[in-house]
């Protein structure tokens, strides 16, 4: 092996370390949660997860929001348990 094949793949392998970590900076950038973030950006949604509590291993709190009104909703082992409403305002 003469020394400008070997310095041909050392820089073969530079070369694509190098590819695979500007692909692993572009996805942490442009990643799906970029992708999904540009996606509810061009719709109206009329349902958001304002915010999430988790209780204990099986059981989570999260506050909906539909059509500008907030529910309470307890949800355990991939059911819903209970829906607290809260009162309307109008």
Do not use: W
């Not at 590819?19 to 442009?30: D, E, F, K, S």
């Not at 509810?40 to 709190?61: F, G, H, M, N, T």
């Amino acid at each position: 092996m003469e020394l400008s094949d070997f310095l041909r793949a050392i820089f073969a392998l530079a070369l694509t370390l190098g590819l695979v970590g500007l692909a692993a900076v572009a996805l942490r950038r442009y990643g799906p949660d970029a992708m999904a973030r540009l996606a509810a950006q061009k719709k109206d949604r009329r349902l958001r997860v304002v915010e999430s509590l988790v209780l204990d291993p099986s059981r989570r709190l999260i506050i909906v929001e539909c059509d500008g009104r907030e529910r309470l909703v307890l949800l355990g082992e991939g059911r819903v348990l209970d829906d607290l409403k809260t009162p309307d305002a109008g």
